[in-house]
Each structure stands twice: as structure tokens, then as C-alpha cells.
């Protein structure tokens, strides 16, 4: 099996800065993209910012130039560094991830639990 589990979400006031981090671990043969999506109340998910395993990164134009996504493939982790929140950026952060396990030929998508986002004075 394969999780990824996020960390890093919390409480932030307007300008402040947070990171998050996705741990992938499991079976785990290779990861192609890992990306990083958000659902605020009452709102669909969007996709924030994506990064493939060759370092291309693509962006939301809501998030360009406060987030930067990041990877750490020997650890099998992903960032996303969060600069100059505003309180539109407050929503549940979700990681996920295109992996192909041991064994298989195929990438399968997978998802983390989530993480709070809050952006509050």
C-alpha cells in the first residue's frame, strides 16, 4: 500500500508564511508528478501548484510568486512553501500524488488526508 500523509497546516496571519509537507511511503517504485490542491467552504478543489519528476513546475495565477513547490525525491516528500498569505489562501490543502508501485507497470493517483489552512488576524 501507499500513503501520503501531509503536515504543516495551521493558523497564520495575512502576510505570514507556512510550508507543507507530503511524505509519500509504501511500496513505492517511482513518483511522477506530486501536486498540491485546495478546497475552501462552499468551493471546488483547485489545483494550487504541481511539480513532475523532471522539476516542471506549474502554478495557479492566484498563488504565482508567494508559493513555490518543491521535491525531495530521495525521501519520497513534497513541499509547498507558502509566502504572503492572504486569507483567500484559507482552505484545506490536499497532496497528491501519480505512483507507480512495486510490481506494477501503471501510476495510480493517490491523496492525502488533508491539512488546515487558516489565514486569520
Known amino acids: 500500500q501507499v500513503q501520503l500523509v501531509e503536515s504543516g497546516g495551521g493558523l497564520v496571519q495575512p502576510g505570514g508564511s507556512l510550508r507543507l509537507s507530503c511524505a509519500a511511503s509504501?511500496?513505492?517504485?517511482?513518483?511522477?508528478?506530486m501536486n498540491w490542491y485546495r478546497q475552501a467552504p462552499g468551493k471546488e478543489r483547485e489545483l494550487v501548484a504541481g511539480?513532475?519528476?523532471?522539476?516542471?513546475?506549474t502554478y495557479a495565477d492566484s498563488v504565482k510568486g508567494r508559493f513555490t513547490i518543491s521535491r525531495d525525491n530521495a525521501k519520497n516528500t513534497g513541499y509547498l512553501q507558502m509566502n504572503s498569505l492572504k486569507p483567500e489562501d484559507t482552505a484545506v490543502y490536499y497532496c497528491?500524488?501519480?505512483?507507480?508501485?512495486?510490481?506494477?507497470?501503471?501510476?495510480?493517483?493517490?491523496w492525502g488526508q488533508g491539512t488546515q489552512v487558516t489565514v486569520s488576524s
Open positions: 497528491n500524488a501519480r505512483i507507480r508501485r512495486r510490481g506494477s507497470i501503471y501510476h495510480d493517483d493517490y
Open positions: 509504501g511500496s513505492i517504485f517511482s513518483i511522477n508528478a
Open positions: 511539480i513532475i519528476s523532471g522539476g516542471t513546475t
